[in-house]
């Protein structure tokens, strides 16, 4: 399976962005998506997650960013809205088919896209 997230790029506080993941595989709707993220010197972190039809989020972005699927594109969508300058990583979509204890850790996902950079201006 390969992995193209893009959609990064320059935003000041308070503005939006959507990132996508774009998949190779045609039964893209049947795995975990994760989307994770890693700032300058930071371990990646958990950002949000769907699974079975259910989406997860960390508690830093809960009620900002939604993440949706799009079937007939292949693609898992995050929308991020009120970005904060904390918001700045490169963001990565991660898939496979994580036990739900291990969503929210990277380890838990066996394919990875390249990153995508979101930069967020105060």
């Known amino acids: 399976v390969q992995l193209q997230a893009s959609g990064g790029g320059l935003v000041q506080a308070g503005g939006s962005l959507r990132l996508s993941c774009a998949a190779s595989v045609g039964t893209f709707s049947t795995y975990t998506v994760g989307w994770f993220r890693q700032a300058p010197g930071k371990e990646r972190e958990f950002v949000g997650a769907v699974r079975s039809g259910r989406t997860y989020y960390d508690d830093s972005v809960k009620g900002r960013f939604t993440i949706s699927r799009d079937n007939a594109k292949n693609t898992v969508n995050l929308q991020m809205n009120s970005l904060k300058p904390e918001d700045t990583a490169v963001y990565y979509c991660?898939?496979?088919?994580?036990?739900?204890?291990?969503?929210?850790?990277?380890?838990?996902?066996?394919?990875w896209g390249q990153g995508t950079l979101v930069t967020v201006s105060s």
């Open positions: 991660g898939a496979g088919w994580p036990i739900l204890s291990m969503i929210r850790r990277a380890s838990g996902y066996g394919y």
